[in-house]
């Protein structure tokens, strides 16, 4: 069985909006499905919207080690995966020829830097157009606003899907915060929106695109989409 190849591409946006506080991408968000690709033999590039070293968001990286998450622990152990991290490749340099899936992880950095972000736009699109697979959790489906299908459509239309829900952001005191409420932008591309109860794991999978709630839905989203590669594989191996 041919390796899968998985680009995850996270925000470069490193400034809550007008609060003076720090965001970025979200650690478990990236580490967790990181290691599911890895572990699973994929070949995973890790890029971000400018390139670099993204910013992470505090929240997401507790001073405490024994509080952080098993993946983000293993993760900055790893050398590799560290270096890979502080020097990700801008997502204009990412060819959608070169891979079998694009992944986004959250944190709320994206929905400043992903929504209109050109190169992103095409990636996700071109991933999707030519038969590969779709995922993001919690904000990263910010980055799935802008993409379409081949149509022309909006990538979401008449697909399920779902974010970190409008409860849940007024829940966290960002809603007033965020330039948008995501869950409202996706839906009024016509996404169907299904979610849980704030806070909880919500993963769906609507063919070749997968999407999750919060960052307990993170390990869900990348397994559904290494489910979501093997079914291909198995169709084309027919």
Not at 32 to 51: C, K
Request: charged share 25%; net charge negative; hydrophobic share 40%.
């Amino acid at each position: 069985m041919a390796k899968q190849r998985i680009a995850i591409v996270a925000t470069s946006h490193g400034k809550l909006g007008d609060t003076g506080d720090k965001t970025g991408f979200h650690y478990e968000e990236l580490t967790t499905p990181y290691y599911v690709f890895a572990d699973n033999g994929a070949e995973v590039t890790l890029g971000s919207i400018q390139g670099g070293e993204p910013p992470a968001d505090p929240g997401s990286l507790p001073d405490k080690e024994e509080e952080r998450a098993a993946s983000v622990r293993r993760f900055l152990d790893d050398a590799e995966a560290v270096k890979a991290l502080n020097n990700t490749v801008p997502v204009a340099e990412l060819n959608a020829k070169d891979f079998d899936a694009v992944y986004l992880p959250g944190g709320h950095g994206t929905m400043w830097d992903m929504p209109e972000n050109d190169a992103l736009i095409r990636l996700v699109s071109e991933v999707y157009d030519k038969g590969g697979v779709v995922g993001a959790v919690c904000h990263g489906p910010a980055g799935l606003l802008g993409a379409h299908d081949a149509d022309g459509a909006p990538l979401v239309k008449d697909r399920l899907v779902n974010c970190f829900t409008d409860e849940e952001e007024k829940k966290a005191g960002k809603d007033k915060v965020v330039p948008f409420l995501l869950e409202t932008e996706l839906r009024g591309l016509g996404a169907r929106f299904e979610k849980s109860p704030p806070f909880e794991e919500k993963v769906i999978r609507d063919g070749r695109l997968v999407t999750g709630q919060n960052p307990a839905s993170a390990q869900g989203v990348a397994k559904g989409m290494l489910m979501a590669l093997h079914a291909l594989q198995s169709k084309a191996a027919e």
